[in-house]
C-alpha cells in the first residue's frame, strides 16, 4: 500500500485527524509526496513547514509532480536567508530556535487564515539540535495549538533509531500513526 | 589546542582513515536492512561521477577506457579491481557489489557488522586522496539527495562509527578526559593527512561559538565547497564528525555553520553555533506558546 492510501484508510473517518507519519529513508520523498497529495486534496489549502529542504527545491518537486501552484504556503527555516516575508513564503532563516519556530507558526496560522491544514517537514530534522525531550514538548504544543483551532496536520518523522524516544511521545498526541514505505 | 606537521602532503591520506569511515558508513546503515543497498547504489553512482568529473577515470562513453582506469585506480591503491554493476558501461559484469562494498575491509564483509577486533591499523599504508574524497562526496551528495538535512543524523552516527573503530585499532588513545580524547583525534587526522594543521577555540561567555581554523584542509577546497555550493546544508568533514560525538557525551551540540572562509591553499576558518543539548524548548516555552492567540 502506498503512503496515500495507507494515511487514507486510517484517517478518512477522522474530521481532523493529526497524523504521524513514519517514512523508510529510502523512501522519504515519496512518502511526503503522497501525504502531501491526501491533505492537499482532502482538506485544500496547506501550511507547510519546511525544516529539511529549501522551500524553493519543495515548489519544483510539488509542481512536477501535479500538486496545484499555490495551494501551499511556507514557513522555510532551513533557506540560508535572512528573515523575510514573500507572497506564499516566510523564511525565517536557517535552523532557528524552536521558540522562534512557534512564533512564526503562530503568526501564519493567524494571517493565512485560507490555510485548512498544517504539514511539519520533519521532526526528525528538529533531532539534530535539540534533545528529545525538547523536540517532543515542542511537538505536543503545536500539536495542541492545532487542534484548539480544529486544523488537521501531518507530522512527518525519518525512521532513525535517534527519533525513537520522540515517536513514542508523539504517537501518543497523534489520532493516527501511519508507518509508510516498504520497499516494492 | 593545536598539531603540526610539516611536510604533508596531501595527495594521498592513511588507508585507516579511509576504513574507519567505510566501516562507519555502513554501520551506521546497517538497521534499513537490505534496503541499504538502495542507498548504497545511490552513493555508488555519485562517486563514480565524482571521479569522472574530477577526471579521475575516464567517462562512461567510452566503456573499455571506463573500465581500464578504473580498474588502474582501485589496483593501485590495493584494492580489488572489481567493477561496480550500477556502471551502465560494464553491465553484465559478474561482479554484484557497489563500490563503498568494494572498498570497505574484507573483515567488514566477513562478520557482517562485528568489530574488525582481528584488524591491524594500516597507518602505513595509503589511499590517494581523490579516493578519500569521493566516499565523503558521494555519501553527502546521496543523503542529501534522498534526506535533505536531517541526513546529518546519519552523518553524525558516522562520526561515532568512525571512533569507534579507530579507539578499537588502536589508532587514537581512549580517555575518559573528553580533552586528551579530542587531542588524540586532532592529531591522528594531522599525522594521516587529512590536513596540515586544526586549531580549535570556543568564543563567548558563556561559550556559544566553535571557532575552527585549518591548514590545507583538502575536505573543504573540494568537496565541502562543492556540496556547498550545490546547495546542501551537511558537513560531513570527519575531523568534525568525530569531534562532535566527542562533544555530545559533554552534553553539547553542534548548530549552524554562520561564517565559512576557505582559501584555495587549504586555510579555513568556521564558526558554529555551539549549545547544551538540553532544555531548548521549556515548560516556560511551552506555556508562552499555549497563550498566543490564532
Given amino acids: 500500500m502506498s503512503v496515500r492510501e495507507l494515511i487514507d484508510k ?18 522519504y520523498q515519496e512518502g511526503v509526496m503522497g501525504a502531501m497529495k491526501y491533505f492537499s486534496e482532502r482538506f485544500g489549502m496547506g501550511l507547510y513547514v519546511t525544516l529539511n529542504k529549501p522551500c524553493a527545491v519543495l515548489q519544483g518537486a510539488f509542481e512536477k509532480d501535479g500538486l496545484t501552484p499555490g495551494s501551499l504556503v511556507y514557513l522555510d527555516s532551513i533557506t540560508n536567508t535572512p528573515e523575510r516575508r514573500t507572497e506564499s513564503c516566510h523564511y525565517l532563516g536557517r535552523m532557528r530556535e524552536l521558540t522562534d519556530i512557534c512564533i512564526a507558526l503562530a503568526n501564519m496560522m493567524s494571517e493565512e487564515k485560507e490555510v485548512k491544514f498544517v504539514f511539519v517537514d520533519s521532526v526528525s530534522t528538529l533531532m539534530i539540535y535539540n534533545d528529545s ?29 535517534e527519533g525513537n524516544d520522540v515517536l513514542a511521545q508523539l504517537a501518543q498526541f497523534c489520532d493516527v500513526y501511519v508507518k509508510g514505505g516498504e520497499l516494492k | 589546542m593545536s598539531r603540526r606537521v610539516p611536510g604533508v602532503t596531501y595527495k594521498r591520506i592513511d588507508r585507516t582513515a579511509m576504513d574507519a569511515l567505510l566501516y562507519a558508513l555502513l554501520k551506521s546503515l546497517d538497521y534499513m536492512g537490505e534496503q ?42 590495493g584494492y580489488s579491481p ?23 575491509p574484507t573483515d567488514r564483509h566477513l562478520d557482517g557488522g562485528a568489530f574488525p577486533k582481528s584488524s591491524v591499523s594500516r597507518e602505513k599504508e595509503k589511499v590517494d586522496w581523490v579516493l578519500y574524497e569521493m566516499v565523503l562526496y558521494g555519501m553527502t551528495k546521496a543523503l542529501d539527495d534522498q534526506l535533505g538535512v536531517q541526513a546529518q543524523l546519519i552523518l553524525d552516527r558516522i562520526g561515532t562509527g568512525m571512533l569507534d573503530y579507530l579507539l578499537e585499532l ?12 579530542i587531542q588524540s583525534v586532532i592529531d591522528y587526522f594531522v599525522k594521516a593527512g587529512y590536513a596540515k594543521s586544526f586549531q580549535f577555540e570556543l568564543e563567548g561567555a558563556p561559550p556559544d561559538t566553535f571557532v575552527s581554523r585549518y591548514e590545507s584542509a583538502r575536505y573543504y577546497t573540494t568537496v565541502f565547497r562543492r556540496i556547498q555550493k550545490e546547495g546542501s546544508a551537511l558537513l560531513s568533514c570527519p575531523l568534525c564528525l568525530v569531534g562532535h560525538s566527542i562533544w555530545a ?21 568556521m564558526k558554529a553555533k555551539v549549545f547544551p543539548s538540553i532544555g531548548r524548548f521549556t515548560e516556560k516555552d511551552a506555556l508562552r506558546f499555549s497563550h498566543m492567540k490564532v
Avoid at chain 1, 140 to 156: F, T
Wanted: net charge positive.
Fill in chain 2, 82 to 104: 572489481s567493477i561496480p554493476m550500477q556502471s551502465k558501461a560494464v553491465a553484465g559484469a559478474p561482479s554484484s557489489l557497489n563500490l563503498v562494498e568494494i572498498l570497505t
Fill in chain 2, 170 to 181: 588502536g589508532a587514537i588513545e581512549r580517555s575518559d578526559d573528553p580533552k586528551i580524547l
Fill in chain 2, 249 to 269: 557525551t559533554q552534553g553539547w551540540k553542534f548548530g549552524d555553520i554562520f561564517e565559512v572562509r576557505i582559501k584555495s591553499d587549504g586555510k579555513v576558518l
Fill in chain 2, 36 to 77: 541499504r543497498r538502495v542507498i548504497l547504489d545511490r552513493m555508488g553512482s555519485v562517486m563514480l561521477q565524482y571521479l569522472v568529473e574530477t577526471g579521475t577515470v575516464r567517462s562512461p562513453d567510452r566503456p573499455s577506457e571506463f573500465d581500464q582506469s578504473l580498474k588502474r585506480l582501485l589496483i593501485k591503491n
Fill in chain 1, 133 to 161: 525531550k525538547s523536540v517532543a514538548r515542542f511537538c505536543h504544543s503545536v500539536i495542541e495549538k492545532l487542534r484548539s483551532v480544529s486544523l488537521p496536520a501531518a507530522l512527518v518523522l525519518v525512521e532513525m533509531e
Fill in chain 1, 10 to 27: 486510517q484517517a478518512s473517518s477522522i474530521e481532523k485527524p493529526v497524523v504521524l507519519l513514519r517514512v523508510n529513508p529510502v523512501v
